[in-house]
């Protein structure tokens, strides 16, 4: 298999190696990972994440373990194991059925390698494709808003909707965006104000609970998110908190952008109601940790919810940018997203 080198995960010479996200931005620590139980911690311990990006390294880890000797049978268990690591980013689900039907091929070793391959180079002409039609949406001086992290991070690429601000911002507009911090794993505050930064892109961060006052106030132009599973009817599950932002886009009438590569579409899922949402630890509620330690502030016997994800509905979204194109209400209610 040929070198892949992407923001998060770099193969080459028979090596995988996974940049920890859980200890950005203050600590770069790359894990080499030679197993699908190694995979499968990474991916449940965010240390991967991403809807795109999760897909990614488990298919190029398949490939690997394929190249090295690995019986078909131990690499249909670990498909299978891999599927399963994470309910909601249909990505990896759409990847590992990929890496599937190359495995049932008599070469299956090759068709694994060509297939992992391709998944990283069309995640990153994907990227660049949502960047180009979403940068378009976007007028010199508009200041943007984003939740969660949806950078080259997690994707082989530029990224979903933060991709869009870079080519926006490459194309010479002048923007600024407003990053919402994300809880309860603060992919915003650690993750996006590190890439953000990084890109020289002007940011203010703040508490999700402060969003609302802002709009009201009138400082946001457009919002857009990422998404992890879009459903046929257009409603999608995006990390929570992104419904909030969809209640208050709608109240405001601010502009709400969802971005996403067509492998996050799901059209076997007829509407958001049917997307599975992952319900997390209590300890990423009553506390926090990472590469700067970690405490614990609620009560030890506090009952937490801590759904990883929420839904939002068609209805509350202005477009849909795909690496296809922009799709609007017209289109979506038309079905559209069942043809591409
Ligand atoms: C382009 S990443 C899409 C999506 O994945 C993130 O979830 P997580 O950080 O739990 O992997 C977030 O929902 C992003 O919008």
Redo the contacts with the bound molecule.
């Keep these: 298999m040929k070198a892949l080198i992407a923001a998060s995960i770099k193969y080459q010479d028979n090596q995988l190696l996974i940049l920890d996200q859980y200890l950005l931005p203050h600590e770069q620590v790359w894990h080499e990972c030679e197993s699908i139980r190694e995979m499968i911690h990474l991916i449940q311990s965010?240390q991967i994440?991403?809807?795109?990006?999760?897909g990614i390294a488990a298919s190029i880890l398949i490939a690997m373990l394929a190249e090295r000797g690995t019986s078909k049978m131990e690499l249909t268990q670990a498909i299978s194991d891999c599927r399963a690591a994470r309910p909601t980013?249909v990505n990896l689900m759409n990847c590992m059925d990929a890496m599937q039907q190359a495995l049932e091929q008599s070469e299956f070793v090759d068709a694994l390698v060509i297939t992992a391959e391709s998944i990283f180079e069309q995640d990153r002409l994907m990227c660049d494709a949502m960047a180009t039609f979403g940068a378009q949406l976007i007028n010199d001086g508009d200041n943007l808003l984003t939740?969660?992290?949806?950078g080259a991070l997690?994707?082989a690429g530029v990224?979903?909707?933060l991709g869009v601000f870079l080519h926006a911002h490459q194309a010479g507009k002048n923007i600024h965006v407003w990053v919402d911090e994300t809880r309860p794993?603060l992919?915003g505050g650690r993750l996006t104000a590190y890439e953000l930064g990084n890109w020289k892109i002007d940011y203010t961060l703040i508490c999700d609970n402060m969003a609302a006052s802002l709009m009201a106030k009138g400082k946001v132009d457009k919002i857009f998110?990422?998404?992890?599973r879009i459903a046929a009817n257009g409603d999608f599950a995006?990390?929570v908190g992104?419904y909030n932002l969809a209640v208050l886009a709608n109240f405001h009438n601010v502009e709400f952008y969802v971005v996403?590569p067509v492998t996050t579409l799901d059209i076997d899922c007829e509407s958001g109601t049917h997307i599975p949402i992952e319900q997390r630890a209590s300890s990423e509620v009553t506390g926090v940790s990472g590469s700067f330690g970690s405490c614990q502030w609620a009560p030890k016997q506090a009952k937490v919810y801590n759904p990883?994800?929420d839904v939002t509905p068609a209805n509350l979204v202005t477009g849909w940018v795909l690496d296809t194109g922009v799709y609007y209400p017209q289109d979506v209610l038309n079905g559209c997203l069942k043809t591409l």
């Design positions: 965010l994440r991403g809807a795109p990006a999760i980013a939740h969660c992290n949806t997690a994707t990224g979903t909707a794993l992919q998110v990422g998404a992890d995006n990390k992104t996403a990883a994800f």
